[in-house]
C-alpha cells in the first residue's frame, strides 16, 4: 500500500473511533450531532445542524371581493385557485438561521358582470439569514423577488364602447426586488421582527410593449425611458406565524419599505386556515397594499376559500 493509501486508513481510522457520533431522522427534519472530543485536547465540543424542509399545497374554489383596485375598481368573482408553498431552513449551533421560501400562486377567475379569465401567476422568493448576537437579537439579512412569469390582461372600454384586451402584466413586467441589512428580534414558534436599517428597492420592467398597452407615461414608478429604478430608504419585515389548537394557523407577512423622497409602501398578507381533517382545509386570506406608484389609495382585496390540501 502507497503512502496515499495508508494516509487514507488512517483518516478513516480516525473518523471511525471518534465517539459520541449520532445521527436522528425525522419526517420533516434532520438534526447532526458531532461531539469531537477525541480531536480536541480537553472537553467536547458538539457541532450541531439542523435542516428543515416544508412542502404545502392546495387546490381551492373561493369568493373574492376588490377594493379600489388599480383595474376594475370594484369587482366580485369566484375563482379555482392553487397554490404552492416550499421553504428550507438551516440552523448552525444556535447561532446561524439560513430560511428559503418561495410561494406561487395560479388558478382561473370568474366575474359575475363580465368574463372568465385565467389568472396569471403570482411568484415570490424569501432568503432571510439570521446571525445571532445575544438572545433574541439578531444580525438580519433580507431579500425578496416579486414577479409574474406570465402575461395577464385588462378589458377595458374602446373609444367606440366595446371592451377590449389590454396587457397589464408580463414576464418579469414588473419585477420587484426588496433587500435590507439590519437588526431583527425573534420571538418563537410566534414572531420575527426585522429592521432594515440600509434597504433598498429595485424595479425592473421588461416587457416595453406595456406602456403604449395601458398609454401610460410611467409602470409601476418606472419611466417609460427607462428599464428600471433603484430606490434607497429603510425597510421593516413582520412575521407572525402561530398555531392555535392544532387546528387554526395563522400567518401573517408585513413589509414596509420607505424611500427618503416618497411615502412609504405597504404590502401585507394575512392567512388564517382551518383544517378540518388531513386533506380539507379553509382559508381567509387578506391582502393589502399601498404604492403610490399605482394608486393613492390602499388597495384591498379578501378571499374565502375551501377545499383540497396537502403538506410534506
Known sequence: MGARGRGVMI???????????????????SIFLVPVSRLAGSGALPVACRLVQEMDYSLTGSGMVWVNRQHDRNAVELSLLQHARFQSQFDLVRNLKIVHCYVSDLGVEYFFDSISRFRPDENSLESRIEICLSGKWNVTLFSRLSTRLSNDYVYQASVSGTRCKVLSTSFLTPLTWTFSAGLGWTLPRYLTLGLGLSSAKLTYVRNRAVYDQLQVPVFCGVPKTKSHIFEYGVSMHLV?????????????????????????????????????????????????????????????????????????
Not at 250 to 256: A, H, K, P
Not at 260 to 277: A, C, E, H
Not at 290 to 298: G, I, Q
Open 240 to 312: 407572525v406565524d402561530h398555531d392555535f389548537t392544532g387546528v387554526i394557523h395563522w400567518n401573517c407577512d408585513l413589509l414596509l419599505f420607505k424611500n427618503y423622497q416618497k411615502p412609504v409602501d405597504l404590502v401585507m398578507t394575512s392567512l388564517v386556515g382551518i383544517r378540518f381533517n388531513r386533506f380539507l382545509k379553509a382559508n381567509l386570506r387578506t391582502h393589502l397594499s399601498y404604492d403610490t406608484d399605482l394608486s393613492r389609495k390602499l388597495q384591498m382585496d379578501n378571499m374565502i376559500s375551501a377545499g383540497f390540501c396537502f403538506s410534506l
Open 11 to 29: 483518516i478513516l481510522t480516525c473518523l471511525w473511533s471518534a465517539a459520541g457520533f449520532s445521527q436522528n431522522f425525522h419526517r420533516l427534519d
